[in-house]
């Protein structure tokens, strides 16, 4: 069993940064972060396979967000610059038993409680 715990939101200006962590207990083979804002479906936004570090992200973000993990603090982090008001949402650290990189909420076997990030002049 994986326990994942994210900490990181908050409240930031159009254009600004943020940077979400993650921390894992549990083995990980790929994790993702992926974020819901209300009346919406979750949407993968990264994701990244542990062993190597190859990452995907979806076409919105690419180029502004950037997952990483370190692999002794078993952590996942999602910087996030250039943020947008329209990706005002609950964002969630997820998990799942395959090496393959999924963008698929479904595919996913663990997930944080989310934390919420709140772009807003």
């Known amino acids: 069993q994986v326990q994942l715990v994210e900490s990181g939101g908050g409240l930031v200006q159009p254009g600004e940064s943020l940077r979400l962590s993650c921390v894992a207990s549990g083995r990980i083979l790929t994790a993702g972060w992926f974020r819901q804002a209300p009346g919406k479906e979750r949407e993968c936004v990264a994701g990244i396979r542990w062993r190597d570090g190859t990452t995907v992200y979806s076409d919105s973000v690419r180029g502004r967000f950037t997952i990483s993990r370190e692999y002794a603090a078993s952590s996942v982090y999602l910087q996030m610059n250039n943020l947008r008001p329209e990706e005002t949402a609950i964002y969630y650290c997820?998990?799942?038993?395959?090496?393959?990189?999924?963008?698929?909420?479904?595919?996913?076997?663990?997930w944080g409680q989310g934390t919420q990030v709140t772009v807003s002049s």
């Open positions: 997820a998990a799942r038993d395959d090496y393959i990189i999924s963008q698929m909420a479904y595919d996913y076997n663990y």
